[in-house]
């Protein structure tokens, strides 16, 4: 939320449980007991979509981090062991196409360092007899599999937190103005019955009313 979202949500909490508190005084009136049912009823939704608003994809992008530098550890202990059967065997076009470093799963787009291991699995499978003396296991080649599966799950989410923040947004403007016309259109009017019968009660609400700027202070002008 932003800082006037904030504030008119602050005011809307304080409204609410100023009625709550004098509920003994409205609880008679019933198109005042309507007006404060569907207003609260307003308000928890718009705490509801203020919480999912503050979802976002720092969580989800370090999770993507963690699970790229999880593939590059299983698919560098397999590039050693196939780098050193090529050297072993002299297979230059092996040593060609596995000359990665852990850079080649760190860094660039992230597509292309999923597809790097995707390579490194296919040849580790392709010479799992002869990588078995360098230690590399039908379970070390499943690790890495799994590391490249879980990584590649991740990479969209970022982009899929940030769609999702921006269409709960749209709905909490629209629930903040509903909530708004309800107070404006109808408690706003109806409290004036309380004006002479009930001053202390329709001063408080008059007081719950105002929306108060809770934002970072505006900073002083410069001495000239």
Known sequence: M?????NT????????????TNQGVWSGVADVVS???AFDTEVAG????????????EGVTQDKKDLRAAMADSAMIVVGALKALAARTGNDDLAA??????SSFIYGRDTQAATN??????????????????????????????AIDAYRDIISRPRE?????????????????????????????????????????YDQYQ??????????????????
């Open 2 to 6: 932003d800082d006037r979202q904030e």
């Open 9 to 20: 949500l602050s005011m809307f909490q304080v409204v609410s449980q100023t009625m709550q």
């Open 35 to 37: 007006s404060v049912a």
């Open 46 to 57: 718009i705490e509801t979509l203020a919480a999912q608003q503050q979802q976002s994809s």
């Open 97 to 102: 196409q596995i000359n990665f470093t852990r």
């Open 117 to 146: 291991g995707d390579v490194v699995h296919t040849h580790g499978t392709a010479n799992a007899a002869a990588l078995a003396n360098s230690g590399i296991t039908a379970a070390t080649l499943t690790a890495l599999r799994g």
């Open 161 to 201: 937190v940030i769609v999702t923040t921006s269409a709960v947004t749209g709905q909490l403007e629209a629930a903040i103005a509903r909530a708004l016309a309800i107070l404006t259109d109808q408690l706003d009017n109806l409290i004036e019955l309380f004006r002479v019968s009930n001053r202390p009660f």
């Open 207 to 224: 007081a719950a009313r105002q929306t108060i700027d809770t934002g970072s202070p505006t900073p002083p002008l410069p001495v000239p």
